[in-house]
């Protein structure tokens, strides 16, 4: 009784057709099919290179393999679902073309490394796709950051106005958060970037194969050192979808303070009109839909985050078929964080600090009373003697609707005897931020000190991504 399947051996009776649809991963695991094709061409030349295959039999195996890669990419490639999976089609497709040869291919060779090494070898060109995007996406944070150095805005905590701080310095705030995902995905990239090949089904094989040189072949940095961890191990996918999952926790915070600056009570930024969206019932409407979604799509990553952890719990070595589902939940979360980045990206260039708005929102809300209790420090009054002199003066501003700057001198040393005229400096905006020149300080000197510095580090970086084996 004939299966048509590459295991159909040792089986009498045809799968079940639910069985089929249940199990195939093709619909989505042909996105592989470059990485696969990739994979099987080092294999082959590894066979060969040790004698297991001739060079005739690799060279026919290679140029078939290249053939079909043409086939895929000019859509005359026939995907057979009855298959199983990316590796099966391309597979079988060989024999067809080349004849016997083909079906040596998959000497010491199991799927359970092949599908581990093809995921590892996307999962490396995702990550550079995502960090290059991080780049591009950090200088034009920069160029904004520069931009605004000297723009002053309220700075909250609680979301009520605490003290003035630069927008440049915020939009550095950003910058920094983008700067740790992009840390972690070259350490991730780093335990991606490991061969499972050679490992097998589990076990390894008796064939005298040698992994430094397929490893070579493919730029990774090394062979697996366990065959049954190198076939069943997935931490890196789960690391991979734990670094989207923190660079989404940062676009959608970054989404959130557009969202509610670009609203017309804040009315902070101006976001170009290419990329706000109307409403089919309120003429007038300008919505921030980009900056929406994005704070929305962080959700279905973290949700891929669950799911890998809990398809990898509780697992026993070795390969196991719960494996197969770690490929949608990786694709999505690439797809989705690269959406992310391109359409935030293009928003991010078309935004308009409206900085008229800003200083007013910044002279409200008393943002300058840390000003005056730390001008009162610098006089010789101890901080919580400071501190409760300012509160009152606070709540006598308050009470006469005046800001703290419009009080007269005579008003203010009701308050404190050590208030003197040189006090005004202190009390204005421009002042409290102009003072805060340490490390991190909100300063517009500062601003740009780390502007530079983040160039300087953004520039290494991109030196590093293209130095780095693909
Ligand atoms: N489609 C499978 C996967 O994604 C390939 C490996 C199948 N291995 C097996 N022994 N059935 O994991």
Redesign the pocket.
């Known amino acids: 009784m004939s299966t048509s399947k590459t295991w159909g051996g040792r089986f009498g009776q045809a799968t079940d057709q639910r069985v089929e649809s249940f199990t195939s991963?093709l619909d989505y695991?042909r996105r592989l099919y470059a990485h696969d094709i990739r994979g099987s061409i080092a294999h082959a030349r590894m066979l060969a290179h040790v004698g297991v295959l001739t060079g005739t039999e690799c060279d026919e195996i290679v140029t078939g393999l290249e053939r079909i890669k043409s086939e895929i990419e000019r859509g005359e490639f026939e995907w057979l679902p009855a298959h199983?999976?990316v590796?099966m089609n391309i597979e079988l497709r060989l024999t067809e073309q080349i004849g016997e040869v083909g079906k040596k291919l998959h000497t010491a060779r199991?799927?359970?490394d092949q599908?581990a090494t093809d995921l590892r070898l996307y999962m490396r060109y995702a990550v550079d796709e995502i960090l290059t995007a991080l780049v591009a996406f950090q200088v034009e944070l920069l160029d904004i950051a520069e931009r605004e150095a000297e723009t002053i805005m309220p700075g909250f905590t609680h979301m009520q106005t605490a003290q003035p701080v630069t927008a440049g310095h915020h939009v550095m705030a950003w910058s920094q958060m983008l700067e740790r995902d992009m840390q972690r995905l070259f350490e991730v990239r780093q335990r991606i970037n490991i061969m499972p090949l050679g490992a097998a089904a589990l076990s390894g094989t008796s064939f005298p194969i040698d992994r430094t040189f397929t490893a070579k072949e493919l730029g990774f940095d090394e062979p697996s050192a366990n065959s049954l961890d190198a076939v069943s191990d997935r931490d890196f996918v789960i690391e991979f979808v734990a670094g989207a999952s923190i660079l989404m926790v940062h676009l959608s915070r970054i989404a959130e303070e557009l969202i509610l600056w670009c609203s017309e009570p804040f009315g902070f930024i101006q976001i170009g009109e290419a990329f706000c969206t109307g409403s089919s019932i309120m003429p007038q409407k300008k919505n921030p839909d980009v900056a929406e979604l994005t704070r929305a799509k962080s959700g279905r990553v973290f949700g891929h985050l669950v799911a890998i952890l809990t398809v990898m719990k509780g697992q026993p070595l070795a390969?196991n078929?719960d494996?197969?589902e770690d490929?949608e939940l990786s694709f999505d979360t690439v797809d989705t964080v690269l959406a992310c980045l391109e359409v935030m990206l293009g928003m991010m260039s078309d935004i308009h600090f409206q900085r008229e708005r800003l200083l007013a929102a910044a002279q409200r809300g008393y943002s300058t009373a840390t000003d005056l209790a730390e001008y009162l420090v610098s006089k010789g009054v101890p901080f919580r003697d400071a501190h409760e002199a300012v509160g009152k003066t606070v709540r006598y501003a308050l009470e006469r609707h005046k800001s703290l700057s419009e009080l007269s001198l005579d008003e203010l040393q009701r308050f404190s005897d050590e208030i003197q005229a040189d006090v005004f400096d202190r009390l204005t905006i421009e002042g409290s931020v102009s003072v805060r020149v340490h490390v991190g300080g909100t300063a517009p000197s500062e601003v740009i000190k780390s502007v530079r510095n983040a160039r300087e580090r953004l520039t290494r970086r991109r030196e590093l991504l293209g130095r780095l084996p693909k």
């Open positions: 991963s695991d199983e999976d590796h199991s799927r359970n599908v390969y078929r494996n197969q490929k």
